[in-house]
């Protein structure tokens, strides 16, 4: 298959069978055709500081920048957190609701006003990683004086459940910390919000979020 000069934009996926097996996909020109499965971001605006916005209107949670994929704001902004403990509580519908208890240090990286400032909790996401998984859970409330945070989803897997050999990282959290150069996050409205690095101009850089 030959593909022209262009930008050819997936809206669903590629299906492959049998017959594609001797397929040949190219393009007579490097760099010339681009197949992309995200759908670009346009009319970005900027802040008195400095920050742009979006409305893409939409949530992802991946992002790239003049082609370099960027990274969301997380804590800690390196390395994880350790958890000391986790507690399960079961709810109806095969749900559940989980309290993690993180260590005193790692509380002093995080802001004490979280437990009563429902607003800078919206879209905090706690990713767990355990074993040879990874868990994603919206966080509903935190308690920075008992060193806890709580989240309600899916009942934890019995035969891979978190523990204190689990870490973990708080994504998506730009409004409970300034964003770093080149860091992201959506608010509860999808809104994006990005932090330019050096060199960037806004107008000129391109934005692309997947789709799928």
């Known amino acids: 298959m030959l593909l022209l000069r262009g930008e050819y934009t997936l809206t669903e996926p590629v299906v492959l069978d049998g017959q594609d097996g001797n397929m040949i996909w190219k393009s007579d020109e490097a760099d010339s055709a681009l197949i992309i499965g995200g759908q670009h971001i346009a009319n970005l605006t900027a802040d008195p500081a400095g920050i742009w916005h979006a409305q893409p209107g939409r949530r992802f949670e991946q992002l790239y920048v003049n082609s370099q994929r960027v990274t969301r704001a997380r804590l800690p902004a390196k ?41 800078a909790l919206r879209g905090l996401e706690l990713l767990v990683f355990h074993k040879w998984d990874t868990s994603r859970y919206r966080v509903s409330s935190v308690d920075a004086a008992a060193g806890t945070l709580t989240v309600e989803g899916k009942l934890m897997q019995p035969w891979n459940p978190w523990n204190t050999e689990s870490r973990f990282i708080l994504d998506n959290c730009g409004l409970v910390q300034p964003l770093d150069p080149g860091t992201w996050f959506l608010d509860q409205q999808a809104g994006l919000n990005f932090c330019p690095r050096p060199g960037d101009q806004i107008g000129k850089a391109d934005f692309i979020a997947p789709t799928m």
């Open 79 to 119: 390395g994880f957190f350790k958890m000391e403990g986790v507690r399960q509580e079961e709810l109806p519908d095969d749900k559940a609701r989980i309290t993690v208890k993180f260590s005193t240090a790692d509380i002093v990286s995080l802001a004490s006003n979280w437990s009563s400032n429902l607003a």
